[in-house]
Nanobody, 114 residues
């Protein structure tokens, strides 16, 4: 099972980006979804999670700047990123997890630079 991320790119500090994640039909009813990010040479970091019912949680470094959302009917998840900082530069990965199932996308690059 493959998730597909889109929406990454180059943005100046203070700018905004919207990431999207698409996945197969069966994950949208029960799977918890999440966004992770990874910088080369560092561990993958959890950014935000959202339950199948829409309850969201954020890591402290992005709370108030990022918004995670999901549309189960359209089978998509989004990460709205605002007030971006250079330290937000990373590859962003979409994740879906439920019981023993754990699915990932291949990632989309976000670069915040002037």
């Amino acid at each position: 099972v493959q998730l597909v991320e889109s929406g990454g790119g180059l943005v100046q500090p203070g700018g905004s980006l919207r990431l999207s994640c698409a996945g197969p039909d069966h994950i949208w009813s029960h799977f918890e979804m999440a966004w992770y990010r990874q910088v080369p040479g560092k561990q993958r970091e959890l950014v935000a999670t959202i339950t199948s019912g829409g309850v969201a949680k954020y890591v402290d470094s992005v709370r108030g700047r990022f918004i995670i959302s999901r549309d189960n009917a359209r089978k998509t998840m989004h990460l709205e990123m605002a007030a971006l900082k250079t330290e937000d530069t990373a590859i962003y990965y979409c994740n879906a997890a439920f019981d023993h199932a754990d699915y990932w996308g291949r990632g989309t690059q976000v670069t915040v630079s002037s």
